[in-house]
């Protein structure tokens, strides 16, 4: 699964996007428990106060998912 969020802000920052695609693997027989990479990451404009460009941030996240 796959999140996707476009900010189109009005401010010296510009457009935001946030990308958070999951992918997760089952780790036993029965399907209760899976292991799983969330990796947020999130773009955006920076001001010219703050030296300008596009700054992107890269946060990746191991996970661990039960159904009980």
Known sequence: MTTLVV?????SFGTE????PDFFTPIDDKG????G???NI???NLPGSLGGGRSTIVS???MLRAYL
């Open 7 to 11: 900010n189109f802000r009005k401010d």
């Open 42 to 44: 999130h773009s955006y």
């Open 32 to 35: 209760r428990f899976e292991v």
């Open 17 to 20: 996007v946030f990308l958070r």
């Open 37 to 39: 990479l969330r990796i």
């Open 60 to 62: 990746p996240m191991l």
